[in-house]
């Protein structure tokens, strides 16, 4: 197992004389080299990253999203293809979070989410989200504009009982009038207007 506070020691290590990870805007901590095995915990040595703007911790073994206390610049969080449950511990960085990438993770429900008012654009595809309504918790986040959503439970479930992609589609929509990028797909005023008329 290799800890947050070895690989920003492994990183630090790869670095020019004059760098400093703790000066780092974008910090890459998913898969490099020297760092096996992977990640499984995120820890207090974060905190140090000041300056980060962008955490990159993809690509491990994480299961639990741990404190990001004094990351106080952070707008960019990726921890895509880990082993996410559930949706924690962002309080601290609320007020700065513009992206969350948590796509290919073992997600249920979206509790949590509703303090990142800043979010706009939401990355969570290939979860484990069964239930429409968990959408819902969505609309509580003014400024979100792009949600990945495709390969939840409820979209497969939703194609599998015959509904369409265009059904799926307005079904988020419904929900979520502000999107302007759903599934990597532009939503154009025509498709948005529809989904608005089956309300």
């Not at 690989?7 to 400093?20: F, G, M, N, S, V």
């Not at 974008?26 to 820890?43: A, E, F, N």
């Not at 654009?121 to 959408?135: A, C, P, T």
Request: net charge negative.
């Amino acid at each position: 197992m290799t800890s947050v506070k070895d690989a920003l020691k492994k990183l630090q290590e790869t670095l020019e004389d004059d760098k400093k990870v703790e000066e780092l805007e974008d910090v890459r901590l998913c898969m490099v080299p020297w760092q096996m095995p992977l990640i499984t915990k995120m820890d207090p040595s974060l905190g140090t990253l000041k300056k980060c703007k962008h955490l990159r911790l993809s690509s491990n073994q994480i299961d639990r999203i741990g404190s990001l206390a004094g990351m106080e610049s952070l707008e960019i969080l990726s921890l895509a293809r880990n082993q996410l449950k559930k949706i924690e511990n962002l309080d601290s960085v609320a007020g700065t979070l513009k992206q969350l990438w948590i796509s290919y993770n073992n997600i249920v429900a979206l509790n949590g989410i509703e303090k990142l008012q800043n979010l706009e654009v939401l990355y969570m595809s290939n979860n484990k989200v069964h239930d429409i309504k968990e959408i819902e918790r969505l609309q509580s986040l003014p400024k979100l504009t792009e949600l990945l959503f495709h390969g939840n439970a409820f979209h497969s479930r939703f194609l599998s009982e015959g509904g369409d992609e265009k059904e799926y589609r307005f079904e988020i929509m419904k929900r979520l009038p502000n999107l302007k990028i759903l599934d990597g797909v532009h939503i154009e005023d025509e498709e948005r207007a529809e989904a608005q008329s089956r309300s």
